[in-house]
């Protein structure tokens, strides 16, 4: 029998990224940027522009840099500390494009061949698609790993992507014989916001690239805006079912229901609890009210701190100085390990 692999013994540790590709809605705040804000009081955190994701397709320059100042701003108007949680930008950190190559080398052509966003993104035209597109998921996996982070709060859309993560972690310990090194890190997932879908089409994801605005709340929304485009969104004429079970088959609704329960911080069942057997006439106005509460307050931040570029400048100049005291003797270890010239 072989002996079991022992596993990473070292600190834990937070890591995500947001690509500097638009501006923030629902589905980034619910799925990834209030989970950020919770995690920063309990763990070790990293949080990072991935500026180096989004040239996989086209970027405009000067679009790229007013961008990733955005997302930026958006973090810290969502609640994140920069004195707590490291805010970086990921090109200004090389160890993120030493460690893809790496990784290049120990992830197989088969398993990107599976990744879905991949077929997605890259359409029916995949021939004309950029090598980086491909590879993209390697590079997330050189984000997480340069910094041994061991927890990685996403969307449910990034769970296929961090299983590679893992794999591509243990496939690196195994062929450099270095049991334990990377750790395999877990997503953190769960909980009601893990999916946000469109609200023109409930069997959609929520996304930034959605042709039509009203798809979306952005974080930018003012209240007006935001009540209009919860009015507006597509649910049905019944009224609100008793259990869960009851949502099924009915995807706007269940949306709407979702969004309440993760801007509330309770649970579907809950909300049903407390609306079942009314309409969307009565439980629209309450989810609009809800959500204007909690995305107006961050709008505003955001336009604020968007009003002085030179903060958001120190803030990720800080950042990348902490993030390179990290993940820079990682590196010089993966150098000694694989046996690269003078390491
Ligand atoms: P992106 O904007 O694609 O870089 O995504 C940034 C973060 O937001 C990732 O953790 C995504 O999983 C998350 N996210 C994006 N869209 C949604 C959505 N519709 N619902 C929940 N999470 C989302
Ligand atoms: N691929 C992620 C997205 O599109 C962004 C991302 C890049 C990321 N590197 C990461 C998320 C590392 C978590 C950890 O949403």
């Given at each position: 029998?072989?002996?079991?692999?022992?596993?990473?013994?070292?600190?834990?540790?937070?890591?995500?990224?947001?690509?500097?590709t638009g501006?923030?809605?629902?589905?980034n705040?619910?799925?990834?940027?209030?989970?950020?804000?919770?995690?920063?009081?309990?763990?070790?955190c990293?949080?990072?522009?991935?500026?180096?994701?989004?040239?996989?397709?086209?970027q405009?320059?000067?679009?790229?840099?007013?961008?990733?100042?955005?997302?930026?701003?958006a973090?810290?108007?969502?609640?994140?500390?920069?004195?707590?949680?490291?805010?970086?930008?990921?090109?200004?950190?090389?160890?993120?494009?030493?460690?893809?190559?790496?990784?290049?080398?120990s992830?197989?052509?088969?398993?990107?061949?599976?990744?879905?966003?991949?077929?997605?993104?890259?359409?029916?035209?995949?021939?004309?698609?950029?090598?980086?597109?491909?590879?993209?998921?390697?590079?997330q996996?050189?984000?997480?790993?340069?910094?041994?982070?061991?927890?990685?709060?996403?969307?449910?859309?990034?769970?296929?992507?961090?299983?590679?993560?893992r794999?591509?972690?243990?496939?690196?310990?195994?062929?450099?014989?270095?049991?334990?090194?990377?750790?395999?890190?877990?997503?953190?997932?769960?909980?009601?916001?893990?999916?946000?879908?469109?609200?023109?089409?409930?069997?959609?994801?929520?996304?930034?690239?959605?042709?039509?605005?009203?798809?979306?709340?952005?974080?930018e929304?003012?209240?007006?805006?935001i009540?209009r485009?919860?009015?507006?969104a597509?649910?049905?004429?019944?009224?609100?079912?008793?259990?869960?079970?009851?949502?099924?088959?009915?995807?706007?609704?269940?949306?709407?229901?979702?969004?309440?329960?993760?801007?509330?911080?309770?649970?579907?069942?809950?909300?049903?609890?407390?609306y079942?057997?009314k309409?969307?006439?009565?439980?629209k106005?309450?989810?609009?009210?809800?959500?204007?509460?909690?995305?107006?307050?961050?709008?505003?931040?955001?336009?604020?701190?968007?009003?002085?570029?030179?903060?958001?400048?120190?803030?990720?100049?800080?950042?990348?100085?902490?993030?390179?005291?990290?993940?820079?003797?990682?590196?010089?270890?993966?150098?000694?390990?694989?046996?690269?010239?003078?390491?």
């Amino acid at each position: 029998m072989s002996e079991p692999t022992p596993s990473y013994t070292g600190p834990q540790r937070v890591f995500s990224g947001v690509q500097p590709t638009g501006a923030l809605h629902l589905g980034n705040y619910l799925g990834a940027l209030k989970k950020f804000v919770a995690l920063q009081h309990t763990h070790d955190c990293i949080f990072c522009v991935v500026d180096l994701h989004a040239i996989t397709v086209p970027q405009d320059p000067k679009m790229l840099a007013s961008n990733t100042r955005k997302i930026t701003a958006a973090f810290l108007a969502a609640g994140l500390d920069p004195e707590r949680a490291v805010l970086f930008v990921q090109s200004a950190v090389r160890a993120h494009s030493e460690l893809a190559w790496i990784f290049n080398c120990s992830a197989r052509m088969g398993w990107l061949e599976r990744m879905t966003q991949f077929k997605d993104k890259a359409g029916q035209d995949k021939e004309r698609a950029s090598v980086g597109l491909f590879a993209y998921p390697v590079l997330q996996a050189a984000d997480i790993l340069a910094y041994k982070a061991t927890h990685v709060p996403v969307g449910e859309d990034q769970k296929q992507h961090l299983e590679l993560s893992r794999d591509i972690a243990e496939r690196f310990n195994r062929d450099y014989d270095a049991p334990g090194f990377f750790p395999l890190p877990d997503p953190l997932i769960k909980g009601p916001g893990a999916r946000v879908m469109s609200l023109k089409d409930g069997t959609k994801k929520m996304s930034k690239s959605d042709p039509s605005d009203l798809s979306r709340i952005n974080l930018e929304d003012d209240a007006d805006t935001i009540a209009r485009k919860i009015k507006k969104a597509r649910t049905d004429p019944e009224p609100l079912p008793e259990s869960i079970d009851g949502l099924k088959g009915r995807d706007g609704a269940a949306n709407l229901v979702g969004i309440y329960a993760a801007l509330a911080g309770t649970t579907d069942q809950a909300v049903l609890d407390e609306y079942a057997g009314k309409g969307f006439g009565i439980f629209k106005p309450a989810l609009a009210e809800l959500t204007v509460n909690a995305i107006t307050p961050i709008g505003e931040e955001l336009a604020r701190l968007n009003a002085d570029p030179g903060h958001i400048d120190k803030v990720l100049a800080d950042g990348a100085k902490r993030a390179r005291a990290i993940a820079d003797p990682i590196i010089e270890d993966v150098r000694r390990t694989i046996g690269f010239w003078g390491s």
